[in-house]
C-alpha cells in the first residue's frame, strides 16, 4: 500500500474555519506556503512539532487534523 492511502489530512476545512490562508498559516509555524500546501494535500507528514503548532491555532486535536490508519 502506498502512504498517500493512510494519512488523512483535514487541515484545509480547520484553516478556513479560522479564517487563514496558506500563507498566513505558514508564518503563525514558521514554514513555507508550500508545506501547508502539500500537508492539506496529505502528500508530506508533518513533524511533532509541527502538528502541535497547527493545532493550538487551528484550535482542534492533532488527531482530528491529521489522520493515520
Known sequence: KHMENEFICNLKTYRIQVGLTQEQLADLVGVRRETIMRLEK????PSLKLAIDISRIVKKPIEDIFIFK
Not at 496529505?42 to 507528514?45: E, V
Open 42 to 45: 496529505a502528500q508530506y507528514n
